[in-house]
């Protein structure tokens, strides 16, 4: 390797572009009902993780606006000296309600909500088995806490039931970390069974709702809380094995940032224990009201969620039929097409993209190697006759490719 400094950035670039992995930025303009703008051209955007279109939403962006004119735009202080505003409590109060739980920590996004509580509650004395899917931000809190690391596969349980039963033996406290609906599959995780295991080996459950809020329960709380009102799991055993829930304000219900759903004990705890919180700017005024806006529209419109269900479970059949590989959840609006080749899937992403469709290609290290996918997002604006032109241009990919091979 080059002592220089400015060498090695160019051969550490070079060799991700060899591995078609390099990422570059592009300016995105958001045009709402499900499409955007790029370099002059109008899309329908696949892309994105605003499942109900939120962001742009009338009523939501007026609540956003009216709490800029009322008390600005940034919190201008951190939440324990004087950023903690009436659009901070006012979200705040909404969350607590939406949650069914003591009390909510807001963070500046679900990124530093994951790290920064599995980081102040996890001792370094512990013992945490952490999904190999689960996300970055989850698998960085687990690090950062210095607790033994151990890792399972979601899809067979055998590894944690063994490791578990293993540290028996041990004083340890035991937490097992995992989102419920995973990003990049669509896939939900064995809850029912996870806890199963937290109640026979005495553990604990951190679950991340990022990709479940908004899309799951009667009124999008979750996949938790989906789970409770079908009768699979009770209020008692929710509380006493999940102390912590953790949530996007970014993906469903269209604003920024994340929070973190607890006991009022724990909150108070990680107020006064979480660096990243501690340490920095409140949650922006408009992403609060903005937020608190979402939440309302959920619940005067829970039809929302049901409709965008339906619409992934219709899309995701057909797909199938036409001999696609398709992961994740029958009703999940994230829908994986893996396509295995990186290279493939760059260039069906521009090929699509050419036809007017916007479509997240992802690679490793976003997931593992060998399992390159073109992502599809359904969104609530996305119509039946959109999707099936999507269908249709995705069977024209496959065909070709077939003739090429």
């Known amino acids: 390797m080059s002592n220089s400094f400015h060498a090695d950035v160019r051969d550490r670039l070079g060799a991700i572009n060899e591995q078609n992995l390099l990422r570059t930025r592009r300016v995105v303009e958001p045009l709402g009902q499900g499409r955007c703008r790029i370099e002059g051209r109008e899309l329908w955007d696949f892309s994105s993780n605003d499942y109900h279109g939120f962001s ?29 505003t009436p659009a901070h ?28 509580s599995i980081d102040s509650l996890v001792n370094e004395d512990d013992l945490i088995f952490c999904d190999r899917l689960n996300h970055a931000c989850l698998i960085d809190g687990c690090r950062l806490s210095k607790a033994k690391l151990r890792i399972y596969r979601h899809e ?10 293993k540290s028996q033996s041990e004083k ?33 459950l951190i679950c991340d709702e990022a990709h479940a809020t908004g899309v799951y329960g009667s ?25 912590i829930r953790i949530g996007t304000l970014s993906k469903a219900l269209g604003s920024q940032g994340g929070f973190v759903a607890s006991s009022a004990e724990t909150i108070q705890l990680l107020w006064n ?32 969620i049901s409709s965008l269900r339906n619409s992934a479970s219709q899309f995701r059949r057909h797909l199938k039929d036409s001999g696609f590989e398709v992961w994740g959840e029958e009703n999940s609006p994230i829908i994986p097409v893996v396509l295995w080749d990186e290279e493939r899937t760059m260039s069906w992403a521009k090929e699509l993209e050419a036809q007017g469709y916007l479509i997240g290609a992802i690679r490793p290290p976003t997931v ?38």
């Open 172 to 204: 340890v406290r035991r937490w097992i970390v995992t989102e419920t609906v995973f990003g990049m599959d669509g896939t939900l995780a064995p809850l029912i069974e996870l806890m199963q295991l937290a109640e026979e080996f005495d553990a604990y």
């Open 368 to 405: 593992p190697n060998g399992t390159a996918r073109l992502r599809i997002s359904l969104s609530s604006a996305h119509s039946e006759e959109l999707i099936e032109n999507l269908i249709i241009a995705l069977r024209a990919l496959q065909t070709k490719t077939a003739e090429k091979t």
């Open 156 to 165: 067979d349980l055998t590894t944690l039931r063994r490791e578990l039963k």
């Open 89 to 116: 409590q006012e979200l705040s109060d909404a969350l607590r309600n939406f949650e069914s739980v003591g009390d909510i920590l807001l963070c500046s996004s679900g990124y530093v909500a994951c790290q920064g």
């Open 273 to 304: 224990t979480s660096r990243p919180l501690m340490f920095s700017t409140g949650l922006s005024i408009a992403a609060c009201a903005a937020a608190t806006a979402a939440i309302e529209q959920l619940q005067e419109h829970p039809q929302k």
């Open 56 to 84: 742009l939403h009338p009523v939501i962006q007026s609540a956003a606006i009216k709490a800029i004119e009322q008390y600005g735009v940034g919190a201008r202080a951190s939440v324990l000296i004087s950023g903690w």
């Open 219 to 243: 009124c999008g709380q979750g996949v938790i809380a989906q789970l409770r009102e079908q009768g699979d799991l009770t209020a008692e055993l929710i509380e006493r094995r999940i102390p």
